[in-house]
Nanobody, 124 residues
């Protein structure tokens, strides 16, 4: 069982930055593909970014060039650097993990583990 704990959310003005972190309990963290999803008020859950065990990445079109996903295998931690934030980025952000770390997907049903979520609020 993998436990994921997010941190780093908060309130920021438009144009600001935040860095989300996700600490994983599993010592075999490096074997998992990881990612971030978000859910805005009144909207469906949506894919934000993903990274394979080898470091290949994929992003939702609207965050490309603004967000960067990365991972530190030595710390079993996943990150999401968010720059140039806009009010539309306001949501609860969830860290996810799946076995089979060599490929990623934007399908939330294929991720085995989810964190509890961290709130990101961008004011205009």
């Amino acid at each position: 069982q993998v436990q994921l704990v997010e941190s780093g959310g908060g309130l920021v003005q438009a144009g600001g930055t935040l860095r989300l972190s996700c600490a994983a309990s599993e010592r075999t963290f490096s074997n998992y593909a990881m990612g971030w999803f978000r859910r805005a008020p009144g909207k469906e859950r949506e894919f934000v970014a993903a990274i394979t065990s080898g470091g290949s990445t994929n992003y939702k079109d609207s965050v490309k060039g603004r967000f960067t996903i990365s991972r530190d295998h030595t710390k079993s931690t996943l990150y999401l650097q968010m720059n140039s934030l806009i009010p539309e980025d306001t949501a609860v952000y969830y860290c996810v993990a799946k076995s089979g770390g060599t490929w990623f997907t934007s399908n939330p049903r294929l991720y085995d583990y989810w964190g509890q979520g961290t709130q990101v609020t961008v004011s205009s």
